[in-house]
Structures are given as C-alpha cells and as structure tokens.
C-alpha cells in the first residue's frame, strides 16, 4: 500500500527555533509538493518540485523557509527561525507526471501539525 | 485574491439526504477539476474530477458538475451517509500545481 510519509506527525517548538519536516514520496513519483493548511487560507503551495528540481517555491517567504530534495526518496521543509504564525499544519504530495504536463492527481501525507509558541 | 472559492465553511445535512458543495472559480483558463475529501488528522485524498470539455462526472454516489460559463462547479453526493463528514476541498488547474479552496465542512446527521 503506497502512501507519502511525513514526520514528525507533530511539532511543538519555540520562536526562533529552527523546524525542520520531512517527507518520503511514494517510490516512483516524479513530482512533490509542499502545502500549508491554515484556517484563514485554506491549503496553500508553498513550493515544488518535478525530478528533484524546484519548479516553483513563490508561496514560501524566503527568508526564513527552505525546500529541498536531497534524493528522490526524501522532501524537506525548513523554518528558521521559525514563528508563531508558522503555526500550522504542513503536507507533502506527491505525483507521477509524464514530462512536458502536469499533475492531476496528488497524493498526501498525513502532515506535521506545527505549534509555534 | 482566491481564484478558487468555497463560499460556504459549512453544511449540515440528514443521513440519506443529497449533499451539495459549491465551488466557484475566477480563472477562466482553468481546464481541469478535483474534489478532495479530508478526515480530520489526515492528508486530503482524491475523489473526483472532471475536464472542462465535460459538464458532468458520475462515480457511485458522487457526481460533479460544471458551469462553464457561470465559472461554477458542484459536488452532490447521494445518498449522504454519516462516514461522508469529513471537509472537502475544490480545485482546479490549467498548466499549473492545482490551486485550493478553503474547504467546506460537511457533517452528515444520522
């Protein structure tokens, strides 16, 4: 059964610590995204990446998160430092694209709920 | 500026009664829709879709509706059982990642 992995599941953290979250997608998909779910915006992009490669990071501020693929087996997201209205609840998807297309269907990990304190 | 909008946080419907979500976009360029359904500490997992050179998708109990020219879709599932309540999120896409809603909480009464 093929499912993306995220941990920690939760993270309690104080201002100004650095955050980092990590995904595994699932073994074959090309494609992975990284989201935030708050209550005011709902599910927002925040970056993502096609083959490894970052396609698109303009939903993140940069000047405190980072996205990287180290390896097609792992997606990470970095706050640092982080801040109490990062709180929120981060998932990762990931797809299977043909090249030169984009994806339909997304599949999500059960996120990492942030708090902030 | 949403270009994906759910208007309605929230609906409450009776076990065996007809659910429909609302979903209105503003991008005209969009082509392709999905409904996802989220349980509460779970990832969003696909339901439906549809293309926009369709006007309805049929899967079981759920089936999708497009209005193209009133850049409107909707969701009605029948009949609604008490493991449906769950929020449910519209999207939408045109050559790009797939742009969300906010989601509508809906809680099916038994």
């Known amino acids: 059964d093929a499912r993306v992995t995220q941990t920690p599941r939760h993270k309690v953290t104080e201002m100004g610590q650095e955050v980092t979250m990590r995904c595994q997608p699932i073994?074959?998909?090309?494609?992975v995204f990284w989201y935030r779910q708050t209550m005011m915006q709902g599910l927002e992009l925040l970056a993502y990446?096609?083959?490894?490669?970052?396609?698109?990071d303009s939903g993140m501020p940069k000047d405190r998160f980072s996205a990287e693929m180290p390896d097609a087996t792992l997606a990470t997201l970095k706050i640092q430092p982080s801040e109490p209205r990062d709180s929120a609840v981060y998932f990762c998807?990931?797809?299977?694209?043909?090249?030169?297309?984009?994806?339909?269907?997304?599949?999500f990990g059960p996120g990492t709920r942030l708090t902030v304190l | 500026d949403q270009q994906v909008k759910q208007n309605s946080p929230s609906l409450s419907v009776q076990e065996g009664r007809i659910s429909i979500l609302n979903c209105d976009y503003t991008n005209s360029m969009f082509d392709y829709f999905l409904w996802y359904k989220k349980y509460p500490a779970e990832g969003p997992t696909f339901l439906i879709s549809i293309s926009s050179i369709k006007d309805k998708n049929e899967d079981g109990r759920f089936t999708v509706f497009l209005n193209k020219s009133a850049k409107h879709l909707s969701l009605h599932i029948v009949p609604s059982q008490p493991g449906d309540s769950a929020v449910y999120f519209c999207?939408?896409?045109?050559?790009?990642?797939?742009?969300f809603g906010k989601g509508t909480r809906l809680s099916v009464i038994a």
């Open positions: 999207a939408a896409r045109r050559n790009t990642p797939l742009v």
């Open positions: 073994l074959g998909h090309n494609t």
């Open positions: 990446f096609r083959n490894r490669a970052p396609l698109d």
């Open positions: 998807a990931s797809g299977l694209v043909p090249d030169g297309k984009t994806t339909d269907t997304q599949y």
